[in-house]
């Protein structure tokens, strides 16, 4: 279903349109819980500034967050320094288990990277962490609070990135964040500064009065991983995030990444390119067959050799292709 507003949104919207006026507020006031703003570069500054604004808020508190419940015992005794937990997690598909007790800890501060081949479960594995799937068994949560008994406080602390993501592509690129600024309960001067922001950072500035639909295929992912970010939450999960990103726009997601990672936030991230897992995560799991068959630090998962060498030998090695000679000689 469109957003408030979305075809009316849409429509008529002349290029070259500054950001800050791509759109105007909506005209009933949206009451969200609010988040801390004001700082000009979010991505950079802004997880250190939860910290603070946590103790000094007391609705904020961690007193004031009743701890998530699992099987009815409280999860009081959750690690601070975990962001992600995830815990014997399973999910069926008739008798398919694509999902088999899968358990992952992410720390904060780190880039984690899950690799594994088509069909491993890695999107079913993100999906039922980021609430979007719900599993048959196993525990998600997200800084002590579970995804699926605290919902509210779990997801205002993610961005997500996921797999086939459909938007609202009748809007703009600049529509479509500050729809998503408002949802997430910014002001709409703070929700048109960070959109500049983000738009400058991703090469997105000439995109922004353009109808999404109207976006190629990097632009669009390039948007929607603007819009994951513009709340600044404390842990952005992200399926396939350079899947169709031209190398220049790659280089530069990363760096983005990189300094959020650097002021305090964390990335869980899926993906097919092993080099770039191995140059930019801090930890790794390779999925196979919904299992997680190695996790760890990238040194201690990839060993001697290196993390593709380490995939293809847990994924049950290389195949040979034989009885295809016919493809030796050529139709012409």
């Not at 819980?33 to 000094?56: D, E, G």
């Not at 992600?84 to 997690?89: A, F, G, I, N, S």
């Not at 990839?302 to 090695?317: D, I, P």
């Not at 040979?320 to 030796?328: N, V």
Request: charged share 20%; glycine share 10%.
């Amino acid at each position: 279903m469109a957003p408030p507003n979305a075809q009316a949104a849409g429509a008529g919207t002349p290029e070259g349109t500054p950001a800050s006026a791509l759109i105007s507020p909506p005209r009933r006031p949206i009451s969200l819980p609010r988040l801390p703003v004001n700082l000009p570069r979010f991505f950079t500054s802004v997880p250190r500034m939860l910290v603070k604004k946590r103790t000094a808020e007391a609705p904020r508190t961690e007193a004031a967050v009743a701890p998530a419940t699992v099987g009815g015992s409280a999860r009081e005794n959750a690690d601070p320094g975990i962001v992600l937990r995830v815990t014997d997690l399973v999910k069926r598909f008739g008798s398919t288990v694509a999902v088999d007790q899968v358990s992952l800890s992410v720390p904060a501060g780190t880039i984690f990277g899950i690799v594994g081949p088509n069909g491993a479960g890695k999107t079913t594995t993100l999906s039922m962490v980021t609430g979007l799937l719900r599993p048959d068994g196993g525990t998600v949560a997200v800084h002590g609070a579970d995804v699926w008994s605290d919902p509210v406080v779990a997801k205002r602390n993610m961005g997500v990135l996921p797999d086939r993501l459909r938007l609202f592509d009748r809007l703009t690129g600049g529509q479509l964040l500050y729809y998503s600024g408002i949802l997430r309960g910014l002001d709409a001067a703070t929700v048109r500064a960070r959109s500049h922001d983000l738009a400058v950072a991703f090469g997105l500035e000439d995109a922004l009065g353009r109808l999404v639909a109207d976006y190629s295929a990097g632009m669009t992912k390039k948007i929607a991983l603007a819009s994951a970010m513009i709340h600044s939450p404390r842990l952005l999960v992200l399926d396939e995030p350079f899947e169709s990103v031209d190398p220049v726009s790659a280089a530069n997601v990363t760096e983005i990444l990189q300094r959020y990672v650097a002021a305090g936030g964390t990335v869980v991230l899926s993906s097919h390119s092993m080099d770039l897992i191995q140059r930019i995560c801090d930890l790794v799991a390779i999925v196979v067959s919904g299992r997680v068959l190695a996790a760890g630090t990238m040194e201690d998962v990839r060993g001697a050799g290196s993390l593709e060498e380490r995939f293809v030998e847990l994924a049950g090695g290389r195949k040979t292709a034989e009885g295809m000679e016919w493809l030796h000689s050529f139709s012409d």
